[in-house]
């Protein structure tokens, strides 16, 4: 077909979205080990009508100024920082992201990260494959022990989607909740939130997890003052992007003993540095971004970025616009 749209893909997806999005346009596929350099990026982006990524690409002013016949642009993520999406839309181009679809899957991690980390699952795992385990140590009165998670506090920072999931897991743990937005929710509140300023929450909560999109305004939101105001002893949980704490300050309290613990999927470097400080201290849960990484949401979220493109390349509305500016009736 000569005038089938192109569309520069930049990493294979799981499940058969791809197939489908090859029914109506010409795939230019990245086909290297993991997520294209940016020079590659910007030669196989260049001349398409669409681009599908990924939250690993950097999206920049310069590189859409490289592509100017791009008429759609889509994440398959739901966090869309990693695109200037100023640039995207003083130019008039929708960008697809992929909210909803992860909601539960994301929540299922930060709970299992929760646990994990007030149970020292992890370490007591590793403590048995290093043969500690032995007959003289069968059964210890203080080992390995670790917090309780029901009577417990977790303060949910963002209570959108996934602050949400999060919160009704916490209930049906028997935790009490305390919530912080800046916009808060009814529903949220209806569901068992208790919604309270930031100060609040992080003096209150013996857990606090985050759930802020990352935005200028959020960048380091959890720093040295925020952590100092914490509850000695509390624990931090971190799926939503790594930027949202000042990591420094944070391995500064767990070193310092002021913190009990940090289960964190996400950093301000990914991939972590081999030498991070993090990587040497006790108490911590570290996994990598894999808030979303189930079998069937990442097909999920493979088919909504397609939806999303496939709407944009056609001049349609996409279903999950990250910047609706773009159309006449946002
Ligand atoms: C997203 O989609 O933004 C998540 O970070 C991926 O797990």
């Known amino acids: 077909m000569p005038d089938e749209p192109i569309v520069a893909v930049t990493r294979g997806l799981p499940g058969g979205a791809l197939e489908r999005l090859g029914e109506v346009a010409g795939i230019r596929l990245w086909e290297g080990v993991g997520a294209?350099?940016?020079h590659a990026l910007r030669s196989l982006a260049r001349g398409a009508d669409g681009l599908l990524c990924m939250l690993t690409d950097r999206i920049d002013a310069g590189l859409l100024a490289a592509c100017p016949r791009l008429q759609a642009l889509s994440s398959c993520s739901v966090g869309v920082d990693h695109v200037d999406l100023a640039a995207a839309t003083a130019r008039g181009l929708p960008v697809g992201h992929t909210p909803g679809v992860l909601t539960e899957t994301t929540a299922d991690l930060a709970f299992a990260l929760?646990?994990?980390?007030?149970?020292?699952?992890?370490e007591a795992e590793r403590w048995l494959?290093?043969?500690?385990?032995?007959?003289?140590?069968?059964?210890?009165?203080?080992?390995l022990l670790g917090r309780d998670v029901h009577g417990a506090t977790?303060?949910?920072?963002?209570?959108?989607?996934?602050?949400?999931?999060?919160?009704?897991r916490a209930r049906g743990f028997g935790m009490r909740v305390l919530g912080w937005s800046r916009h808060p929710k009814r529903e949220a509140a209806d569901e068992?939130?208790?919604?309270?300023?930031?100060?609040r929450l992080l003096a209150d909560a013996d857990f606090v997890s985050l759930h802020?999109?990352?935005?200028?305004?959020?960048?380091?939101?959890?720093?040295?003052?925020?952590?100092?105001?914490?509850?000695p002893g509390s624990c931090l949980v971190n799926t939503s992007r790594g930027e949202v704490v000042d990591e420094a300050a944070l391995a500064e309290a767990l070193a310092a003993g002021r913190?009990?613990?940090?289960?964190?999927?996400?950093?301000?470097?990914?991939?972590?540095?081999?030498?991070s400080p993090l990587l040497g201290l006790k108490g911590l849960v570290l996994t990598p971004h894999i808030g979303s990484a189930s079998v069937a949401t990442?097909?999920?979220?493979?088919?909504?970025?397609?939806?999303?493109?496939?709407?944009g390349l056609a001049g349609r509305r996409m279903p999950h616009c990250a910047n609706p500016e773009v159309y006449a009736n946002p």
């Open 192 to 199: 068992g939130v208790h919604f309270v300023d930031l100060e």
């Open 114 to 122: 929760l646990l994990a980390l007030a149970r020292r699952v992890p």
């Open 259 to 275: 913190l009990g613990g940090a289960a964190l999927d996400v950093f301000e470097q990914e991939p972590l540095a081999p030498d």
């Open 298 to 311: 990442r097909r999920r979220m493979a088919e909504l970025s397609v939806e999303n493109l496939l709407a």
């Open 36 to 38: 294209p350099p940016p």
């Open 212 to 231: 802020v999109a990352l935005t200028p305004q959020t960048r380091h939101l959890v720093d040295a003052a925020a952590l100092a105001r914490m509850k």
């Open 129 to 143: 494959r290093a043969g500690s385990w032995t007959p003289q140590r069968r059964w210890e009165p203080d080992l």
């Open 154 to 168: 977790l303060g949910v920072v963002g209570v959108g989607a996934i602050g949400r999931a999060v919160a009704r």
